[in-house]
Every structure is written in structure tokens, then in C-alpha cells.
């Protein structure tokens, strides 16, 4: 199981799965998960994509399999997840790679391409807000004053169990479907998610958006989505100079898991064609 092991910082567990040609050194893509999930949360991503890239899955600090043992309150932040990124490449050799984020890791995405240019190749958001709505702030808190205040009564799993009703998965989705995510979210350390959830609230990355020289995707759901709005790609539209914007036909925010082959695919193309590489066999 790989760690990178830093001193003094969390060690990071992360997936790197390679079935491409040896010799054809392909380049690398990082799938970044958002708030309350793990690396398990692209498995369904990774045979569209291994064939042809190497594919890197980080979980966060304090998530997944990386580690917990750090002062939350001052060690969740935009510096410490982008040196996140930047040692985990440099460990990797890799010197660039394509960034795939969904939902808030999309949102960290934004930053890390307009701080980091060099270490960017494209950059892929689903699903992603430009900054957290006031609406979003407030979901969920099943009648307490506030989402710390829900987490912490509710538990990891109770809040998000709430949380996801109606906003993140379509109606008719499978039962078990809906249950493994519960039990995977569930896992979440609820005082890491708090502070999480202090950090993403206040991230506005409109800031970064001209800073961004990398080509961009990005996929959000149908107009109407409750959490992802027009604000958001009106945002990216405005600012961003070399944008690719895809709607899909739902309005769940969890793209990425409710429709993994056609976003994957989307993604895929998207980037091979930046590279010139042919994502086709005969």
C-alpha cells in the first residue's frame, strides 16, 4: 500500500494504477476526491482511463487511509493541500500531470492550476463551485444552528446521510448504490470534516481563475442543480481563457459516481487531445 511519508506532515496514502506501454512513458492524471470521500470514490474511473494514462488517486489528509494525526484546525488549508499536491508529484518524478477534481477538489483544482501553472497540464472540474454558496453553507443541518453543530451531534454518517437527500443523487438511484456511499462518507473523522468545512466554506477561487493558463473542462449538471449554479460557470465562462464547458443531462451533483463512463470518457478525450495521443485501439 503506498504512503508518502513526509517529516512533519500527515503521511498520504494514495493509488497508482499503470497498464499503459512501458515504453511510451505516458503521462500522468490525478484524480482528486471532494469533502468526505477517498481514493475508493474513482475506482469505476480507472479502467477507462489506465490503458492509456497513468492514473494517481490521493486521499486527503485526514481522509481515506492517509492519516489523521495533525491539528486539524491548522493544517486543513489551500497552502497545505497544494504542497500536498506538489510533494506527491515530486516523490512520483512526475513534473506535470492532468488534474481531475470533483466538487470541492475541483474548487482546489482552480487554485493549484493558477498557483502552480507548471505542475498543471489541463485542468478538469465536475461539478465544482467557484466558491461556496451561502445556501450550500447552511444544508442539511436537520434542526440544529449549524453544520459543526449537525456534525458533531449527528455523527459522520447521520449528517451526510441527510446531506445527500435530494442534492446529490437522482431519485431512482439503487438503494445499495446509496448505502455504500453512506457507509464510505460515514468513515469521515467528523471533526476532520469540520474543519474541512470551516476551510471550504470561505475558498473563493474566482481570484485564480485568470491566473490559469492551462486548458480547462468542465462538466456540471443540467441548469437547475442545487448545489453547482449558474453563478458558477457564468464565473469560469467570464474569467477562464481556454475553457471546454459539458452539461450533462442531470441535475445530481455527483457526476462522477452517477455517471462514471461518460465522464471519464469526456475527460479522457479531453486531455488526449491536448497530448496528441489516440485513445483508440483497433
Not at 501553472?117 to 461539478?127: A, F, W, Y
Not at 465544482?128 to 442539511?140: H, Q
Not at 449527528?154 to 437522482?170: T, V, Y
Amino acid at each position: 500500500m503506498p504512503f508518502l511519508e513526509r517529516a512533519g506532515q500527515p503521511r498520504l496514502h494514495y493509488e497508482f494504477d499503470d497498464f499503459t506501454d512501458p515504453w511510451k512513458k505516458a503521462p500522468c492524471i490525478m484524480l482528486q476526491h471532494g469533502y468526505a470521500r477517498s481514493t475508493k470514490f474513482w475506482r469505476a474511473w480507472v479502467p477507462y482511463l489506465s490503458r492509456f494514462y497513468r492514473v494517481l488517486r490521493l486521499d486527503l489528509r485526514g481522509l481515506g487511509q492517509s492519516s489523521k494525526d495533525f491539528e486539524h484546525a491548522n493544517e486543513i488549508n489551500l497552502s497545505a493541500y497544494l504542497k500536498d499536491f506538489t510533494d506527491l508529484l515530486d516523490h512520483l518524478g512526475i513534473e506535470s500531470a492532468h488534474y481531475c477534481g470533483e466538487s470541492s477538489a475541483g474548487t482546489l483544482g482552480m487554485a493549484f492550476a493558477g498557483e502552480c501553472p507548471q505542475r498543471v497540464r489541463t485542468l478538469s472540474i465536475i461539478s465544482s463551485p467557484v466558491a461556496m454558496s451561502e445556501e450550500d453553507k447552511v444544508s442539511a443541518l436537520a434542526g440544529h444552528p449549524d453544520r459543526i453543530t449537525a456534525l458533531r451531534k449527528m455523527g459522520s454518517r447521520g449528517w451526510l446521510e441527510a446531506s445527500n437527500a435530494g442534492r446529490r443523487f437522482p431519485a431512482d438511484t439503487d438503494p445499495d448504490f446509496l448505502n455504500w456511499t453512506l457507509d464510505e462518507m460515514g468513515k469521515s473523522d467528523a471533526e476532520v470534516l469540520v474543519s474541512m468545512f470551516r476551510f471550504v466554506s470561505t475558498v473563493d477561487a474566482a481570484p485564480y481563475l485568470p491566473k490559469i493558463t492551462a486548458p480547462v473542462l468542465a462538466i456540471y449538471p443540467a441548469a437547475g442543480a442545487v448545489i453547482t449554479k449558474d453563478e458558477h460557470t457564468d464565473l469560469l465562462r467570464d474569467k477562464v481563457r481556454n475553457l471546454t464547458l459539458v452539461r450533462m443531462p442531470l441535475k445530481a451533483h455527483s457526476l462522477q459516481l452517477v455517471a462514471p463512463a461518460t465522464c471519464a470518457q469526456q475527460v479522457l478525450y479531453f486531455i488526449a487531445r491536448h497530448d496528441g495521443i489516440v485513445c483508440r485501439e483497433a
